[in-house]
């Protein structure tokens, strides 16, 4: 029979439980090993009680304890720890007391003076108080660091999302300027139909942009299927000088990528190879499974790239690649390389070339990841005493 999967639940996830089970396992080994020695010494049996009651004593000494070193835990460094000496001495020395007097009602007719009876069970309960102290101290000390690391990875985690959607972003209105002023030409041309055909659709494209997250990834059918409803926003303007073709692999269909990551370039393809072009030119999507790796390319058949230009002036904020000489925003290549750069680090490959037979060919590669339901995770609080928030 399966049985469901439980989530493993750290020592420290909750953090009230964490410290009662440390509570009992402590005081409640040194009073086994206390009893054990006591024993071992040929002490009567009867002597066990004073044994539990010194342990009783320590773990409501202790308890004591734990509500003003919280208090102290992070404060300064001369504060914490000089009150926390004064503190330690004056629990030690009550505990020392309490394990006295107990003692001395069980040995009504010893010869030891309640001093010397003081002296002797005041170094074993410094021992005790003084261990549990510097325990609970490095426990603590240990989970705030832990805190602070899992806030650092969460602020790391935000500054990466919020600059994946401020690149995400940038492609919104690049692509809205191009299509707009389409629509304004159409419109002055008196072409109404056309230009309202064009909104619809425009209207479409921007719809399913606001739906996704900017960071969120899509597979790459679904990628597909928005560059097929860009291509229909674009066809209206080039009509049967824009020519695509699809070759999409069934296991790269449901591989995961960043969403409108292909977009630019094929718009750039069609700015560049289809636009200058008199018979247009075919673009040619592609993408596969090879290993544990996606690659997607973009081919065209347009005049390729000029002569002797650099890969590094690909990149250039104000360098058209396709046309030497000419300025432009920039945005659509250095955007793309960014957002690569930021999603998967070195585990990418982005590279633009010259076609075999001409044309220029652009090449992505990314790890596979298959499309998952997600599994739920469940985020901790640290260790913290009985009491605290």
Do not use: C
């Not at 504060?79 to 000496?85: E, L, N």
């Not at 805190?147 to 994946?164: G, I, K, V």
């Not at 925003?329 to 930021?342: E, F, S």
């Amino acid at each position: 029979m399966a049985m469901l999967p439980l989530p493993p639940t750290p020592f420290f996830g909750n953090k009230n439980r964490a410290f009662w089970r440390l509570q009992f396992l402590g005081w409640g080994g040194a009073m086994l090993l206390r009893a054990m020695s006591s024993l071992a010494n040929a002490v009567p049996w009867s002597f066990l009680i004073i044994v539990v009651i010194a342990s009783i004593t320590g773990f409501s000494i202790s308890l004591i304890l734990s509500v003003i070193y919280r208090a102290l835990i992070n404060r300064r460094a001369i504060v914490t720890w000089g009150v926390t000496a004064v503190v330690l001495a004056i629990a030690v020395g009550l505990y020392a007391f309490i394990d006295s007097w107990v003692v001395s009602l069980y040995r009504t007719n010893a010869d030891t003076s309640f001093a010397q009876l003081f002296l002797g069970v005041f170094y074993l309960d410094l021992t005790l108080l003084g261990a549990w102290s510097a325990l609970y101290y490095a426990i603590n000390f240990y989970i705030q660091v832990e805190e602070q690391n899992d806030q650092l990875l969460q602020l790391e985690s935000q500054a990466t999302a919020s600059q994946l959607a401020m690149l995400r972003y940038q492609l919104n209105p690049h692509f809205l300027f191009n299509t707009l002023n389409s629509i304004s030409t159409l419109v002055l041309l008196k072409q109404t139909e056309p230009a309202n055909a064009m909104l619809s659709r425009l209207s479409s494209f921007l719809r399913y942009t606001l739906i996704n997250e900017p960071t969120a990834q899509v597979t790459v059918a679904q990628e597909v299927e928005t560059l097929k409803l860009y291509l229909e926003i674009e066809r209206m303007r080039f009509e049967d000088r824009l020519r695509t073709r699809f070759v999409i692999d069934d296991a790269a269909g449901q591989a995961l990528m960043p969403s409108l990551l292909l977009q630019p370039l094929v718009e750039n393809a069609i700015k560049y190879a289809v636009g200058v072009l008199e018979d247009g030119a075919e673009i040619t999507i592609t993408a596969q499974v090879i290993g544990a790796t996606l690659r997607i390319a973009i081919a065209d058949t347009g005049p390729g790239l000029p002569p002797g230009i650099e890969i590094a002036d690909l990149f250039g904020i104000n360098h058209d690649y396709r046309t030497p000489g000419s300025t432009s925003t920039g945005i659509g290549l250095a955007n793309i390389r960014d957002r690569l750069g930021q999603a998967y680090g070195e585990n990418q490959r982005f590279e633009i070339a010259s076609g075999a037979e001409g044309g220029v060919v652009v090449t992505i590669e990314l790890p596979f990841t298959a499309r998952e339901a997600p599994a739920a995770r469940s985020v901790q609080p640290a260790l913290n005493p009985p009491g605290a928030a």
